[in-house]
């Protein structure tokens, strides 16, 4: 049993560190390689969604019954733009207008929308640990955007409503798809998911031609924030629930956003102040606090 409870959590540390090393990958392809937010985040859906509907192929999985149920595909068209759009597309963009560290935990305010939405659900007042939460999440952001002094944003007001937007759709992303995720698999929900995303945003936001640099650095970074950072993340992360609770799966991957911090200050010579790193950390303990509070 306790070699089983080891592996779950060296899954969830794997798949929460490749989810955090993808973002500093997409931060790479726009700082060294002028790529748009718009190229990364189709490419990143086709391809992505194509190969997770094989992954599902492969299982057995039915990748078109879902198709036949008109409630159903209300559901998934649902996820598709209120949810994993947003959660996607916005998280680039904030990488875009800021950089990886901060876009990662930004998007983490998540567990606190979500907290607000379960408690208008259930019509309850928040307790000490949701007040906590809540505190620790304002006061993160603040010294995030602010650096401490109210007068001034130290980052873009765009940085930061990108950075909500994908909070939002994170939170969205996270609720919504829950019904058919069970009737269906994650595999089948998620691929179509990307599919339909990355084919409708080619002509919606029609990244082309393309733009910036492609070479060897690029095509691995592709391969990294795809292979990585969408699809051993995703499978890493649902295998762990099978060998420890999902309270304790939510608290580990807190390690994502921690991990996006290292690496972008490491390997991108990104410059984080003091208060910076206290904001971060506010929002870090919040994710842990109402993750083991499930």
Known sequence: MQNLRTKGIVLVFMGAMFWGASSTVIQFLFQYKHLTAEWIFVIRNILAGCLFLLYAYLGKGQLLTLWHNKE??????????????????????????????????????????????????????????????????????????????????????????????????????????????????????????????????????????????????????????ILFGTLLAFYFYLESTRYIPSQEVSALSSVEPLTSVVLAVTLLHVKLGVIEIIGMLCIISTVILLARKK
Not at 121 to 126: L, N, Q
Not at 141 to 154: E, H, R, S
Request: charged share 10%; hydrophobic share 55%.
């Open 72 to 225: 159903d595909v209300k559901s998934l068209l649902f996820f598709c733009f209120a949810g994993l759009f947003p959660t996607q597309f916005c998280f680039i963009k904030a990488i875009e207008a800021s950089n990886a560290a901060t876009a990662t935990v930004i998007q983490y305010l998540m567990p606190v929308i979500v907290l607000g939405y379960v408690l208008w659900r259930d019509k309850r007042m928040p307790d000490k640990v949701d007040n906590v939460a809540v505190v620790l999440a304002v006061l993160g952001t603040y010294f995030i955007v602010t650096k401490g002094n109210g007068n001034n944003l130290a980052i873009s007001t765009s940085a930061l409503l990108w950075g909500l937007a994908s909070a939002f759709g994170m939170a969205i992303y996270t609720v919504s798809p829950l019904r058919i995720i069970r009737k269906y698999s994650s595999p089948v929900v998620v691929g179509w998911g990307m599919l339909v995303n990355g084919t409708l945003s080619n002509f919606l936001l029609w990244p082309w031609p393309f733009q910036g640099i492609m070479d060897g650095g690029t095509l691995a970074g592709i391969v990294v924030f």
